[in-house]
């Protein structure tokens, strides 16, 4: 069982940055994929990004390209999303998920085991 605990949302104003954070503990964290998802208010959830588990390949949805960054640091079982600039269309709860595996990391949240409770992150205009 892993479990995973997301932190470091907030409210913020368009143009600013913020890095979020997920804490994995429950299985060896490199054998992990991570992938970050999102859910707006009255929308279906939707990947974001993802990183293999010794983290040398990443996929990132077309809306976030250039502008967030996925990262994880092994040592500590942490996975990161930073995230700037930010836009007031990025508002929704990010959650962090994991699957046992290997290779090129997953898009589809079909692929995903394991979820966090999720972070809030709010941009205002």
């Known amino acids: 069982q892993v479990q995973l605990v997301e932190s470091g949302g907030g409210l913020v104003q368009a143009g600013d940055s913020l890095r979020l954070s997920c804490a994995a503990s429950?299985?060896?964290?490199?054998?992990?994929?991570m992938g970050w998802f999102r859910q707006a208010p009255g929308k279906e959830r939707e990947f974001v990004a993802s990183?293999?588990?010794?983290?040398?390949?990443?996929n990132y949805a077309d809306s976030v390209k250039g502008q967030f960054t996925i990262s994880r640091d092994n040592a500590k079982n942490m996975a990161f999303l930073q995230m700037n600039p930010l836009k007031f269309g990025d508002t929704a709860r990010y959650y962090c998920?994991?699957?046992?595996?290997?290779?090129?990391?997953?898009?589809?949240?079909?692929?995903?085991?394991?979820w966090g409770q999720g972070t809030q992150v709010t941009v205002s205009s």
């Open positions: 429950g299985l060896t964290f490199s054998d992990l994929a």
């Open positions: 998920a994991a699957y046992y595996g290997f290779g090129a990391p997953a898009r589809a949240r079909s692929s995903y085991e394991w």
């Open positions: 990183i293999s588990g010794r983290g040398t390949k990443t």
